[in-house]
């Protein structure tokens, strides 16, 4: 058996690129038909409800205190890749926004294809060191520390972000939300298991 070799500075950097570009892909779906989602994701969508300003650059700002326990718990390098992960986000959302519009889209479509390109995103990010910070790195701390799944995990923590969500939307919408959560959960569950991929 040939013996694993890792990546280059370059496929880091191209995957970590792409996981960015799917997780804003995502936000903007669920944004567009007006639902919520777990995680950091789901925290940024709910303030951009109530606060003016775009889910992308949100997502970044709520993500700073998260910064310094991505180094506590996964490491220097996690928490720069981090960093970089979280600017490149908030640029893309811009980008998008000067690109494009998305803004009909109906909620089924929005929460399986939204909830899964996120869950895509976090899995490039999450295969090459790196995490979208928030609630994603406690989830990937209790996976290498614990040996708890990321995605059952963060379906416990995606539960209070929809209840807490009841606040601010329609019962309804948040139906829809706790879709895209599982499309996002199910992707991790499926794929990011301790064994299935070593880095390599």
Known sequence: M???VPHTLAEDAYALMIGCV???LGIAFLHAA??????IAGVALLVSYVVPLPASLLFTIINVPFFWFARRAMGT???IRTILVNGAIALFGTLLRLSMRVTDVHPLFAALVGGTVIGLGILFLA????GVGGTGVITLWLQKHRGWNAGRTQIAIDVVILLVSLLVLPAGR?????????AISGVLIAW?????????
């Open 2 to 4: 040939a013996e694993p």
């Open 22 to 24: 799917l997780v804003v």
């Open 34 to 39: 007006g639902l919520v989602t777990g995680g």
């Open 77 to 79: 390098k996690f928490m």
């Open 127 to 130: 295969r090459h060191n790196a």
């Open 174 to 182: 948040i139906a829809w939300s706790a879709l895209s959560a599982a």
């Open 192 to 200: 990011h298991r301790p064994g299935r991929y070593t880095g390599y």
